[in-house]
């Protein structure tokens, strides 16, 4: 068997804190756990907002061309100097994360060099390029390009659900499609952190329907949707309450548009953990998300979850058993939805009791154990 050492390349690793660089710095810490060497490489910042797993070779990078979204990255190229640190490494696959100025450079380097390379997909940036259509609209058709040209490179395209094989297929995007799920800590997201006196002391009562967002705050979340559709139900309903946890961007204008709203900052830990076990609902109307890790926090904290009819999150939601799916984008829908959850207390408890239950099939080292085989799968194959 060939000595697996890997080279990662992401566009994301410590200078955010969201699913992206989580997933990585987890998948790092398990592959050194195992005794595999790696290597990242990568852009960063000053003082980033997460310490990261292993070594980090920071490359060059300037921030991404849409106004609002300056803490976000994109590495320009592969240097010399981080091409001289690999040469040193002597990898043996290369895995890319993101298609940027780096993982492009990165994947040449390992065509000319006849080492293996596998992708894996994180962000649905295609459905970025139409959000902010503004912006990027015009480079558009160049990147769907782009991208159906660097993922037709790799071996193996790891993907989060069953749901982004299938839009990335629809897409056109070609190349043998793996699941790449995405784990949860089951000690951590429990029922069992719901704590009463918490919900006292930020303001809601205990018979009040607490109705949970949870991510970066930015409006490409849908931040807007869930507003509109919490605000639209409590003009039937009082008792419902809006709970939003989370930082970024949109988090001063969210606030100022929805005053009756607890917005509790950015949380992690137990802190995070809390905040879900003492919620009701989660509402997460996202249409972007490749697999959903704050719905799967959710649904290993006992909630039960509406979210949109799209990629991503369906995949974890199962329509009418531990939730419901609306139409991407539709308030009313949304608002609907959400009424029939939280009109029934003992349908509320009891897809809360499912979600939790669906939630244990994920375990993390399980799934990344599953990654590990395709790896060594992919050194096996003979190389052109």
């Not at 094989?165 to 997201?189: C, H, Q, T, V, Y």
């Not at 979850?305 to 984008?329: F, P, R, T, Y």
Request: overall charge positive; aromatic content about 10%; hydrophobic content about 35%.
């Amino acid at each position: 068997m060939k000595d697996l050492r890997v080279a990662l390349f992401t566009g994301n690793y410590n200078h955010i804190r969201d699913g992206v660089s989580l997933t990585l710095n987890r998948l790092v810490n398990y592959l050194e756990d195992q005794g595999i060497s790696v290597l990242v490489f990568g852009p960063s910042i000053k003082n980033p907002p997460m310490d990261h797993n292993g070594e980090l070779v920071v490359t060059p990078s300037i921030p991404m061309l849409v106004p609002g979204r300056k803490e976000y990255r994109i590495t320009t190229h592969f240097p010399k100097s981080a091409k001289k640190r690999l040469e040193e490494f002597n990898p043996t696959l290369i895995h890319l994360a993101t298609p940027d100025g780096l993982g492009i450079g990165a994947l040449k380097w390992a065509n000319k060099k006849n080492i293996p390379v596998v992708s894996s997909y994180h962000t649905h940036f295609l459905a970025y390029t139409s959000y902010y259509s503004l912006y990027l609209s015009p480079v558009k058709k160049p990147f769907e390009w782009l991208m159906k040209w660097f993922y037709k490179k790799a071996i193996h395209i790891y993907v989060p659900s069953e749901s982004m094989i299938e839009e990335l297929s629809r897409l056109g995007l070609e190349g043998d499609k793996r699941i790449w799920a995405r784990g949860i800590n089951l000690e951590l997201f429990n029922p069992s952190k719901r704590d009463m006196e918490w919900r006292r002391s930020v303001g809601f009562k205990d018979d009040d329907i607490v109705v949970t967002f949870v991510s970066r705050l930015v409006w490409e979340k849908e931040l807007s949707t869930y507003i509109k559709s919490v605000r639209a139900l409590q003009k039937k309903n009082p008792k419902v309450r809006a709970l939003v946890v989370g930082d970024g961007p949109a988090r001063k204008e969210a606030e100022e548009n929805f005053p009756s709203g607890h917005f509790t900052g950015f949380a992690t830990g137990e802190d995070l953990a809390k905040a879900y076990a003492s919620s009701d609902v989660f509402l997460f109307p996202s249409h972007t998300e490749t697999f959903g890790n704050v719905t799967l926090e959710a649904m290993a904290s006992g909630l039960p979850c509406l979210v949109a009819d799209a990629i991503g999150s369906k995949s974890l939601v199962d329509d009418g058993v531990n939730g419901k799916w609306a139409e991407k984008q539709n308030v009313k829908d949304f608002t609907e939805k959400l009424e029939w959850l939280t009109s029934d207390e003992n349908r509320m408890k009891e897809m809360g009791k499912k979600s939790r239950e669906m939630a244990t099939e994920y375990d993390w080292d399980k799934i990344n154990a599953g990654l590990v085989r395709n790896y060594r799968e992919a050194l096996e194959l003979p190389q052109s």
